[in-house]
DNA sequence: TAACTGTATTAACCGTACTAGTACAGTCAG
DNA sequence: CTGACTGTACTAGTACGGTTAATACAGTTA
């Protein structure tokens, strides 16, 4: 479901956000499914369950998914209310489009990129 | 030139290896064209040199930057080499154009953006 | 009741970013 | 040649944050 990189520099708690993030915004996960439980993960990944819940804490934050006390944590119905985050997404967009652009890449290779996601 | 933000979690030298990157890659600094010592933007920045030497490492081992013992540092002509670089952008962009798709962006703003960014 | 869920708190360990200080060799203008 | 610049290298120390560990508590559910 999720793979850890430990030769990755970036936090784990952040590596696991970005997995669940991709699975919810793939449609991999779907709106209110359930979420494996924060000891689950945790024993699956083989890390501790505090770096599980330090991850779905921000991913709540961020408005992707939802937790219940008891009851467990899943994924939201609908995370576009998020505007800061569409903005800090397509500034990143934006760089990485120039630098791609100096290294040769060409605009149409781009343009298919963007047909292909959301075909 | 550059500029630091502490608040940001990401290392200074990482900052500062974008802040050139981009100066490069968008013809800020022209090929050949001199970088400041590494003691002189230390001074400029307020911090210590180990960091900048540190972030012009990176830099000539990306190709970005080459430096010269006695000399000094500076932009390098062609880049574009980096074939290892380029894929990992486009996977990075990739990753980036689904989430937007999520948050609600359409293909035609994002096309847009491709556009504007070869403009 | 028992086993699950999320949540909270505290202490400790450890990697690493960063600083500080120093040193050496190459370059270049005076 | 001299002096001031350049990149480069090394060591030592500090500080911060990621991660682990061990508990504890309250809500949920079969």
Redesign the pocket.
Known sequence: MIS?N?RD????????EDGLRKLIVTGALGADE?????????AQ?????????????EL?GEGYI????????FASANAGADEARRRELLGKVRELLAELRYLGVSQQELADLVKEVFA
Chains 1, 2 share one sequence.
């Open positions: 850890l430990y520099s970036r936090p784990i708690y952040e590596q696991i359930k979420l494996p439980s924060v000891r689950a993960l945790a990944l083989a890390i501790n369950p505090n770096t599980i819940q330090r991850a779905y804490n709540e939802y937790s219940v006390p008891g009851k467990g944590s």
